[in-house]
């Protein structure tokens, strides 16, 4: 053979090229690990999801707006039954104010929205609105 060859076991250039084997790679680095040899460690992460903020959805008392109306806002908007729409809207008109549900931002910020939006197509003053649970 001539020294020109490209056999990376002859020729230095083509052995300086070529990538070395991988097991011969994973085979060192196990005998280099402090625990001994033929151990390795594994280590798997785990990522941590974080809970997204939560939104009260409120109605505000007025003087105008009918029980009915809000009754119905309840029924729609935030699927209650007769029942417990009829106690939501009973404290809302007792105390001024009155929780309709406990959303994420987006879907509070939507709720909010199309309450609003009914209310004033319907030309009621009630006001809906949301804060940070």
Do not use: W
């Not at 707006?65 to 806002?73: D, I, L, S």
């Not at 509070?108 to 649970?133: G, I, N, Y």
Request: charged content about 25%; proline content about 7%.
């Amino acid at each position: 053979m001539t020294a020109c060859s490209t056999d990376p076991l002859i020729d230095p250039v083509a052995r300086r090229d070529a990538s070395p084997p991988t097991a011969a790679n994973g085979d060192r680095k196990r005998r280099q690990d402090p625990a001994g040899p033929g151990t390795a460690v594994i280590t798997k992460t785990k990522t941590q999801t974080k809970r997204p903020n939560l939104y009260r959805v409120l109605l505000l008392n007025d003087d105008y707006t009918p029980m009915e109306f809000v009754v119905h806002v309840l029924e729609r908007f935030f699927n209650k039954d007769r029942e417990a729409a009829t106690r939501i809207m009973l404290h809302v008109h007792h105390h001024g104010i009155g929780e309709c549900g406990i959303f994420t931002y987006e879907v509070a910020e939507t709720k909010v929205t199309q309450v609003m939006d009914f209310a004033r197509k319907h030309q009621h003053p009630l006001q809906c609105v949301m804060e940070k649970k």
